[in-house]
């Protein structure tokens, strides 16, 4: 009978193991799908950025305030990044 408990406990111990894993590995997915979401918002502005800075140049007026702002919004998102990114490595390191 102790062997059945110990390759009971062994099977559980097992499940819990994979259980554990599978929810680091879906946590892992949607950080990666939030970075990959925070750097489609990045290529966005940096297209909005360039076309703004281009109607400017070819008009020749200031446009500092609207520059400025675009680069606040493109700097937010790669802290966002940043701290995505070390989320999956703290997970990551939790499994070892």
Not at 44 to 56: H, M, R, S
Not at 59 to 77: A, F, P, R, V, Y
Not at 79 to 93: A, G, M, V, Y
């Amino acid at each position: 009978m102790a062997m059945f408990d110990n390759l009971s406990k062994k099977i559980g111990a097992a499940a819990q193991s994979a259980a554990k894993k599978s929810g680091e590995v879906v946590e892992i997915t949607k950080l990666n799908l939030n970075i990959n979401a925070e750097e489609e918002s990045i290529k966005k502005l940096y297209i909005e950025l360039g076309k703004y800075c281009f109607d400017k140049y070819n008009s020749n007026t200031e446009g500092d305030e609207t520059i400025l702002e675009l680069c606040t919004k493109i700097k937010t998102h790669k802290e966002n990044i940043d701290t995505l990114n070390q989320k999956i490595s703290e997970i990551k390191s939790t499994e070892k």
